[in-house]
Antibody, heavy 118, light 110 residues
């Protein structure tokens, strides 16, 4: 069974940093692109970033470019999102998702909550 | 403001049919596959439709997807109370080099 488990969400002050992790199991992790998608409270889905299977290519939403870095450790089957210069508008549940080219996200993890507030 | 436009809400009675529209442009829906996701409150999104009209295993054929030009549609027949959820469309935008989603549609089964 494919499983994605996010962790690392926390309350952080504006301007602070945080690293999210997504532990994957049940599939050949190094064969799939992976993404982070977030959802602010009461709002819709917002794509954050995608990394290719090898990690050679990374894509970012304009809203996080230059502040967030996506990475992966294929031997450890883990996806990461390093977030810095955090803002109140980054407050959201962050989901990791297996990414199938440019066609779909499936499955999704259960999400981890990041709250940026003083 | 979302790149893809969905109606904020739709409603229908149990047993009826409902459609949810998703409107975009040539840079996204017009030239890329559309996927649809279902989300219940407090839970992660779940894939319902991929590549415009394909259903993952376990998704009933009451659900269907279609695409025409720069618009896509999710259809649900034989509505059940358990279908009450938020529904999102998504696709790749070639001009933005970014994934884009619709703002979501809340389905109410009256």
């Amino acid at each position: 069974e494919v499983q994605l488990v996010e962790s690392g969400g926390d309350l952080v002050q504006p301007g602070g940093s945080l690293r999210l992790s997504c532990a994957a199991s049940g599939f050949p992790f190094n064969n799939y692109a992976m993404s982070w998608v977030r959802q602010a409270p009461g709002m819709g889905l917002e794509w954050v970033s995608t990394i290719t299977d090898s990690g050679d290519n990374r894509y970012y939403a304009d809203s996080v470019k230059g502040r967030f870095t996506i990475s992966r450790d294929n031997p450890k089957n883990t996806l990461y999102l390093q977030m810095s210069s955090l803002r109140a508008e980054d407050t959201a549940v962050y989901y990791c998702a297996q990414t199938h080219g440019t066609t779909e996200f499936d499955p999704w993890g259960q999400g981890t909550l990041v709250t940026v507030s003083s | 403001q979302s790149v893809l436009t969905q109606p904020p809400s739709v409603s229908a009675a149990p047993g009826q049919t409902v459609t949810i529209s998703c409107s975009g442009s040539n840079s996204n829906i017009g030239n890329n596959y559309v996927s649809w996701y279902q989300q219940f409150p407090g839970t992660a999104p779940k894939l319902l439709i991929y590549e415009n009209h394909k259903r993952p295993s376990g998704i009933p054929d009451r659900l269907s997807g279609s695409k025409s030009g720069t618009s896509a549609t999710l259809g649900i027949t034989g509505l059940q109370t358990g279908d009450e959820a938020d529904y999102y469309c998504g696709t790749w935008d070639t001009s933005l080099s970014a994934w884009v989603f619709g703002g979501g549609t809340k389905l109410t089964v009256l």
